[in-house]
């Protein structure tokens, strides 16, 4: 079976600086394309980074982007997000999902992920 376990989430105040992991089973990040998504009470689920297991390429959204880290350990088949200068508005529930490699796909996309990880919930708050 396939599974993915998000942990990592917690309280941080604003500026600070939190890791989340995503462990995995059933499948090899070689393969795949893996993906951190977040969901914020009310609001839709947003991409928020992804990595090609096979090539390290990375994906980031504006709102993101060089304060969010994606990487892996493939050998322990293990992503992670490093997440700096942390907002309050980066509140959130925190999912991990895994793609895999396919031509044509734009990942990060909640639309056509090939498996999902429960949350693990972000708060910013001072």
């Known amino acids: 079976d396939v599974q993915l376990q998000a942990s990592g989430g917690g309280l941080e105040q604003p500026g600070g600086s939190l890791r989340l992991s995503c462990t995995a089973s059933g499948f090899s990040f070689d393969d795949y394309s893996i993906a951190w998504f977040r969901q914020a009470p009310g609001k839709e689920r947003e991409g928020v980074s992804c990595?090609?297991?096979?090539?390290?390429?990375?994906t980031y959204p504006d709102s993101v982007k060089g304060r969010f880290t994606i990487s892996t350990d493939n050998a322990k088949n293990t992503a992670y997000l490093q997440m700096n200068s942390l907002k309050p508005e980066d509140t959130a529930v925190y999912f991990c999902?895994?793609?895999?490699?396919?031509?044509?796909?734009?990942?990060?996309?909640?639309?056509?992920?090939?498996?999902w990880g429960k949350g693990t919930q972000v708060t910013v708050s001072s």
């Open positions: 999902a895994a793609v895999i490699l396919r031509p044509g796909f734009l990942c990060p996309s909640r639309y056509g992920m090939d498996y």
């Open positions: 990595i090609n297991g096979n090539d390290g390429s990375t």
